[in-house]
């Protein structure tokens, strides 16, 4: 009888121990969701590496937070999804907030502005949102972008096409498939950049909007813990220069 009762006292420090550990990894490390596509956000370079403003601000935090960061890429439209089943703790690659969202996942504080906006080759004669009527509308699905179009009016007069990306996008705009491409405007000024006198973009905007990183409500004490981290990057100058990195300036909201 003392043998098994010692055996159960045991088994029982065992799994006590076990929690421990296992409690403590999950809070020394943070597992980051993203589309690794979005480039200048989060995407690979051309050796395979994820890189991008929002990967250099995810590691700065991480920093100050005291814990280890893993980028992992998921499938965008199911980003809410892979975060409430807990395989993984942030949603951290140009998250814009919408009404929708906040239903499902909690937010820190927007720290970067963005607009979704129309963009055609630089030949196109479309320049207004009217001209987009009766013709073929890329898109990247289930994002922000569907979102801004679905609820003007022109959506009704479009031939909408969704894709699993932008860079899908942009590669049919670029090949007649489709006339015209929704997209962040953070990211067009990217690829505007990188391939000067290939595209244009609309002067008339979809619908100005924010990022920030979604946490999932299970979690109030990591949002708090993000939140306070990135408050110490806007304070100390960290944020502005990972801004100047990528975009030349400081874009960052105070």
Not at 70 to 98: A, C, H, M, V
Request: proline letters at 2%; glycine letters at 6%; hydrophobic letters at 40%.
């Amino acid at each position: 009888m003392k043998r098994l009762t010692a055996m159960i006292l045991f088994v029982l420090m065992l799994s006590f121990l076990a929690a421990c550990s296992n409690s403590g990894q999950a809070e020394d490390k943070i597992v980051i969701g993203i589309d690794d596509t979005f480039a200048p956000m989060g995407f690979r370079d051309e050796s395979n590496e994820i890189v991008g403003f929002d990967i250099d601000l995810a590691k700065a935090a991480a920093e100050k937070m005291g814990v280890e960061v893993e980028f992992q890429p998921i499938d965008w439209s199911t980003k809410e999804t892979e975060l409430n089943s807990g395989r993984i703790d942030l949603i951290w690659n140009g998250y814009t907030i919408t009404d929708e969202r906040k239903e499902k996942v909690l937010f820190t504080k927007p720290y970067l502005a963005n607009a979704q906006v129309i963009v055609t080759l630089a030949d196109s004669n479309i320049t207004n949102l009217s001209d987009l009527a009766g013709k073929k509308v890329g898109l990247q699905g289930l994002s922000s972008a569907s979102d801004a179009l679905n609820s003007n009016p022109i959506s009704s007069e479009v031939e909408i096409t969704e894709y699993k990306d932008n860079v899908l996008a942009l590669t049919d705009l670029k090949n007649g498939r489709v006339d015209a491409v929704v997209i962040d405007e953070v990211v067009i000024d990217y690829y505007m950049a990188q391939e000067k006198g290939t595209y244009q973009v609309v002067d008339e905007s979809l619908a100005p909007e924010e990022y920030a990183v979604g946490v999932s409500k299970k979690n109030e004490a990591l949002l708090e813990k993000v939140q306070k981290a990135m408050d110490e990057m806007v304070e100390d100058g960290t944020a502005a220069d990972i801004s100047e990195k990528w975009f030349g300036t400081d874009k960052v909201l105070n």
